[in-house]
């Protein structure tokens, strides 16, 4: 992007040019405020779950509405309607509170769902009966979705509910914990794609996906003939017999269906001889031998079909399955199929490249709802099977009351299914032999903007192991739709990536309305027409979603009607039409996962959206929607914006321009949003930061303080950033903002300062600088067992001689849980639990009622299981919780609170992907100061810009200074902004240096710097790498139970390992009796007694083998060594140990 | 040793002769004598606030290592007094205990900390076992100052129906310094006046809502701003040397104004000659910030030469209350004086 660009913030007159008929308009980003208003940062996640629950639920039920019985015929339940209720959560038995909100969830372990209703009609006896809400299972409600109590509430409602009004929702919670659905990438389904196989060799490729089937259909060729290959099929059928068991025997029928230019009908003539050459020549020969290669994989479903059968079910139902034979006419599919051999000559021929895989037209979003509708269908089929086969089985017997299906009803089949699969992101899905790990994540709360990052992911289902580039690489495709910065580095770079700013993701649209406009504005059935015209010269092909609608001479006219319906507002907004010119097609897509995004409409070189418009959306009196009713703004998809002239700014608008940007900055993403002048840093310093945005501390949501997180890190007086960006405003990282403004001197200071390491200003850090909160907790459940017994939670004991708590209980209150306020120490109980010894008697439960057992209870014996504090650093106890779980048992939640202030070692980084440690803390006298008495709150070294060539962190210092003397807020907005020209005149106006350095004295001698600093503001996030929680060493400790060696890891106190490597460099300087020490003494040595005679090792002094004691001796070995030896003893092999006195020598 | 040149010279791009060879005493061939150092010495008061808080003054004739040495000890080595312990009796206001304290301790506290001894001892607190003290100590006249502060919210019963904002609708909604009591301890009633208060009333402490309360006495110590921030009597103390701008050449018309305006606003006046001719003269060197935006114009950079004086000390004192400034900087020359005594009795230490 070009320096001079007119900034958007303020728009400079003098660069329009006064001829050209457009005019910049100022304001064009408050497009994007009323879009995210509109839209939300998750709307995604949020309308695909609607869509689910509204509408894909009711198509699950129609599908599968019946369920008869095969013992009796009279019988059968038929589903007549399905809602999802509103959320509530069941307290104990049959009781329901209707009141739950998604926080008591959060705080009390719970699933936050709503119950899954039917209305459903079936027999009863000789009866028929008629049910209405009868619940079958519960479905976990997506957050601030339709069904969600905090749908459309304003702040005020927000705050009472004890939720954030910045929380983006588009989460589940489950069992306590917030789980995500991420979005997943795959190719998209019921498309022709050319690649080329393992062996290079060209295919064409259809993945089919109905409601009932998933099934991938190729078309190859070998030796120049054409082959229809099939996972159903034993071998290639010969497209030929293919099409004539179609009921296509008409060879010129074949041909044509490819094509009637003569390169078609040569290239065709092959797979035609083929036919001949197997003496296939009426439909009847063609079905047969395709029934010798079908497989027949039939696990249930007892009766087996005569072959001709089979053969028939596959070519209606299997092969090429999105393409519908409707009452047995199989011509579409014929059809189909002829285009896959056209498209796969056409590359042969190298009239066509192969798909592109990596383009975005040819993806696939897929989103919690439809990952849910999947689950769902899987689950509602099992539990339908399940009441089948009930009532197969009770149907038969005479039973005194009629047998009620309802009755046989059970709700956790489906309820565990939805919340299993989402609290361990396995998603098992039988029918389609999906199995997929990791679907769901836990919401990474570090900060505000880790959790809106986490939201707007994208997970790629490619192999992270494979070393191919194309699929990790930035495609083309991608502007606008996908973050180009937002990405991880090392294993999953390029796979795992993040919607831009104004992206958005399509749901399924309804497709009649489009199939009749198509047909009304002149598409010609394809049924109705001869062979020889599909194919002709003049006639285009129209597709919807991938299926043959028709032809059509005039396909311009059907793209300019359909996009002039789709403006209008009549048909989905969402709906694409693109062209492609080589096939001669039009391509109508209104499926769901496309990737979609808005732009202005151009006209006669004219942008639609005027300065009015805007001044009326100023006012509220226009909304996002309206710009698209009125036809001033429309989405555009990937494909649809091949076919479109867009000008990324009004002045580059031309004669042949169609559409015009919104705004530039919307092509990054929020993570790299927060970036200020992010066009001026070297692209991987965006991507670090965008990393390390998640690691910021700060503040998380306005409910903070409410909540009870296994961690959360929170930042004391955070602070908004002085360079600001329009995406900051929007996602309002300013009311949550992570990180403080800090005065930094850029210069030398100390040697403590080399390898980005910080000095800080110990002034600052009493001030209040850097200084955090880190809560934690601790839990612990009191439960109820069957025998009736149950924990119990005990007061503090006392110290016999001073009648006070024991060092362990000294926080105690009376009812055995921590005291609020409380000072936790290492060792120290949290809640005294006492768990009964025996806690399962089948006995007591079967023998004797309850009274028996209530016998039992009072001398059951109980043993300590207190939950205590393991931490050598204290924290206190903010918060105790006391309440219960879904499984009734009393659950305990102690919130603890550290402060820390900044100390040598915290990691701290700035916005532009320059991260360090602190290196020293300076005194504030021994720091210079400038003319004014300021000193800077870190001092970061110069070293760090030459190789990052992090130019917007120059320029956000710069910025920044002016921004705190102009008194307003400055803006680093990507492709916009203040720029450098006029912020070094505010600078100037102030009376600094208009180049932002300031000459400064060192506080150590009092001598002027012989170097003017750099000196200003830049924003500083603290991220959660502290050394508080990764400082370990060890001189005693623990051992593992096995090898009585040292335990590892600093959670378990565990030793530093010396591993091999270290062990070589002891052997080759030869510090024998170190390596000694090291590796045994001080690890696990252990004395034995070994028999001198046969070698085996005896015990106190005894040789067992010899029965003597004669000739013991004991040595010392590594537990290890001991426990290696016993192990091959166990297994048949004996060790035999040969023993030399020391002393004899050689 | 006479002065090479006792100025410093800010070129386009760096400091020149910033080296103070003046201060190398070790190889000075002639004989060093405190009555004609001390001659040379000069300080004049520019500029006092009416409360005496804000100091100017120059400092004049002296080598930088004796002016920082000034600086240095008025931020870290003049003691004051600060909250430094403080017994929460109630805390139920969302600002968690640690970060009050921390607020608490940082208040300014006008009382004179020359009345106060250093405080011998580490204060109670927590003791070996880890478990916080039990009960507050009395505190020691000598070394405590004793503050009280407890505050609850409640609704305001007389809160007009209309109003929103949390000032008219709750009482003690926002909790402000002002709302410190002092407690005398032993004879401080008599002895100390004017008696100890907070410098500021208006400090935002915490906010409280409904219900909630604070009740904590803080007890204040001596100490010294090397320590903690909270005890440095200054906001700061500093100093810049004197700017001298010499314009080499004569500047006209058109660019005398530009050369006004490259420098702080009543540096550069713009007389009239006996030509009729706008010239620019230096005004008021001493208001220039030093910006050196001159010095971006070619044709005027040539004309003017931006140096500093090295031996003029323009210093800045600003009390953060405790003390009048002018009294700080008597207080920290003691120190200094202390200090040199101390150095003397360990260098004679040695050389005997």
Known sequence: MKEEEPSIDSIDEETVDLRAPVKTLADKWLLVKAFLRVRGLVKQHIASFDYFVKIEIRKILKANERIISDANPSFYLKYLDIRVGTPSSEEGFNQLNEKITPHECRLRDMTYSAPIVVDIEYTRGNQRVLRHNLTIGRMPIMLRSSKCVLKDQPPAQMAKLQECPHDPGGYFIVRGSEKVILIHEQLSKNRIMISRNHKKELTCEVLSSTQERKSKTYIISKKRRYYLRHNQLSDDVPVGIVLKAMGFENDHDIVSAVGIEERFVAGMAPSVEECERSQVVTQKQAVEYIGSKVRTTRTWGSSSKPKEHEARDFLSNTMIAHVPAVDGNMKLKAVYIGLMIRRLMQAEMGESESDDRDFYGNKRLELAGSLLALLFEDLFKRFNSELKKIADKTV?????????????????????????????????????????????????RLSYISALGMMTRINSTFEKTRKVSGPRSLQPSQWGMLCPSDTPEGESCGLVKNLALMSHITTDADEQPIVSLLFKSGVEDLMLLPWTQIHNEDQHMVFLNGLIIGLTKDPMRIVRIVRAVRRTGFVNEFVSVSTNAAQRSVFIASDGGRLCRPYIIVEDGRSAVQDKHIQELHQGIRTFDDFIHDGLIEYLDVNEMNDAAIAVYDREIGAETTHVEIEPFTLLGVCAGLIPYPHHNQSPRNTYQCAMGKQAMGTIAYNQRNRIDSLMYLLVYPQRPLVKTKTIELCNFEKLPAGQNAIIAVMSYSGYDIEDALVLNKAALDRGYGRCLVYKHSKGTAKKYPNQTYDKVMGPSLDPTTRKPIYKHAVLDLDGIVCAGARLEHKQVLINKHVPVVSVDPVTQSATGPSGSAMT??????????????????????????????????????????????ELGDKFSSRHGQKGVCGLIAAQEDVPFNDLGMCPDMIMNPHGFPSRMTVGKLMELLSGKAALFEGRFHYGTAFGGDQVETVKDELARHGFNYLGKDMLTSGITGQSL?????????????LKHMVL??????????????????????????????????????????????????????????????????????????????????????????????????????????????LAKYTDGK | MPPVD????????????????????????????????????????????????????????????????????????????????????????????????????????????????????KTIGINESGVDCD???????????????????????????????????????????????????????????????????????????????????????????????????????????????????EIK???????????????????VNSNGEEVAVVQDARRDLCSRNVLIHEELASKV???????????????????????????????????????????????R
């Open chain 2, 253 to 271: 018309g058109e660019a005398a104004h530009l050369f006004q305006k490259s420098f702080s606003d009543g540096v550069i006046a713009i007389n």
């Open chain 2, 6 to 121: 006792n100025r410093i010279f800010m070129d386009h791009e760096r400091v020149l002769n910033t080296h103070d060879a003046n201060s190398d005493m070790a190889s000075s061939s002639e004989p060093w004598s405190v009555e004609k150092y001390c001659e040379r010495i000069r300080v004049e008061i520019v500029n006092e606030t009416s409360d005496g808080m804000e100091l100017e003054f120059d400092l004049i004739g002296v080598e930088a290592p004796i002016a920082n040495a000034l600086r240095r000890v008025l931020l870290a080595e003049v003691p004051t007094m600060a909250i430094e312990k403080i017994y929460m009796y109630q805390n139920t206001s969302l600002i968690q205990d640690e970060v009050l304290s921390h607020r608490l301790g940082l208040l300014p506290i006008r009382v004179d900390p020359r009345k106060f001894a250093f405080p011998l001892t």
């Open chain 1, 1010 to 1022: 012989s170097a003017y600093i750099y000196f200003g503001p830049i924003y500083y996030q603290k």
């Open chain 1, 396 to 444: 038969i017997k005479p039973l005194a009351a009629a047998f009620d299906i309802v009755k046989h009803m059970r709700q956790d089949l489906i309820t565990n299914g939805l919340t299993n699969a989402l609290a361990t992101g396995n998603w098992n899905i039988k029918r389609f032999r999906i199995d997929r790990q990791g679907v769901t994540q836990v919401l990474s």
């Open chain 2, 135 to 249: 009960s507050e100590p009395p505190g020691d006249p000598k070394y405590n100052v004793i503050f009280e502060l407890k505050v609850k919210c409640t609704k305001n019963p007389t809160a007009p129906k209309d109003a929103t904002e949390p000032k008219d609708v709750f009482i003690n909604s926002s909790v402000y310094s002002s709302e410190f009591t002092w407690c005398p301890i032993g004879d401080q009633e008599t002895e100390l006046l004017p008696h100890p208060a907070m410098v500021h009333d208006d400090i935002l402490v915490a906010k409280l809502r409904p219900g909630q309360e604070i009740e904590a006495r803080c007890h204040c110590v001596k100490g010294l701003g090397r320590d903690h921030a909270k005890f440095s009597p200054v906001c700061t103390a500093t100093y810049r040397l004197l700017p001298i701008i010499k314009i080499k050449e």
């Open chain 2, 305 to 351: 030469e931006l140096s500093r004086q090295r031996d003029h000390f323009m210093f800045s004192v600003e009390s953060s209350g405790a003390l009048r400034s002018s009294d700080l900087v008597v207080e920290a020359c003691k120190v200094l004086e202390e200090k040199t005594r101390d150095l003397r009795r360990l260098v004679s230490s040695v050389i």
């Open chain 1, 1029 to 1138: 929680d990764k400082m370990h060493a060890r001189a005693r400790g623990p051992r593992a139970v096995l090898t009585r060696q040292p335990t590892e890891g600093r959670a378990r106190e565990g030793g530093l390992r010396l591993g091999e490597m270290e062990r070589d460099c002891l052997i080759a300087y030869g510090a024998s009796m170190l390596l000694m020490e090291r590796l045994m003494v001080s690890s696990d040595a252990f004395k034995v007694d070994v028999c001198s005679t046969c070698g085996l090792i005896g015990y106190s002094g005894w040789c067992q083998r010899c029965r003597s004691s004669q000739t013991m001796a004991t040595i010392t070995i590594p537990y290890a060594c001991k426990l290696l030896f016993q192990e091959l003893q166990s297994m048949n092999i004996v060790p035999q140990l040969r």
């Open chain 1, 857 to 902: 209870t009072r001398n059951v014996e109980f043993r300590e299981s207190p939950i205590s504090y393991k931490n050598p650093v204290p924290s206190y106890a903010e918060r105790v919780l006391l309440t219960c779980n879904e499984d009734d048992s009393y659950l305990i939640k102690i919130l603890q609170r550290q402060t820390r202030r900044p």
